[in-house]
C-alpha cells in the first residue's frame, strides 16, 4: 500500500523565517483528540503509521501518513 496522507489539524505561525518551529502540542492533542492521538502513537510504534508536521512559510499542518489499510479504515470508521 502507498502511504495514505490524513490531514488532522492546521495551523498558522508569525515565524516564518526561523528554522524552529514552536508547536503547541496541547492545544493540537486537544483539538485532535487525546484518544485519537493516543491510537495514533500506538499505530505509530507499530509501523502502521507516522505523525508528521509539515510547514510551508507561515502554514503548518499535523499530519498523518498510513501504511497499513486496515489502520487507514480504523481510523475513518473512529474519527473521520
Known amino acids: 500500500m502507498k502511504s495514505k496522507t490524513v490531514v488532522l489539524t492546521k495551523w498558522h505561525t508569525i515565524e516564518k523565517g526561523s528554522p524552529n518551529l514552536d508547536v503547541d502540542w496541547p492545544r493540537y492533542h486537544q483539538e485532535v483528540g487525546e484518544d485519537c492521538i493516543q491510537w495514533l502513537l500506538k499505530q505509530e510504534r507499530n ?7 509539515e510547514r510551508q512559510l ?7 501518513d498510513f501504511f497499513s489499510d486496515s489502520s487507514l479504515t480504523q481510523y475513518h470508521l473512529m474519527w473521520s
Open 58 to 64: 507561515s502554514r503548518c499542518r499535523l499530519t498523518v
Open 47 to 53: 509501523g502502521n503509521a507516522q505523525l508528521v508536521v
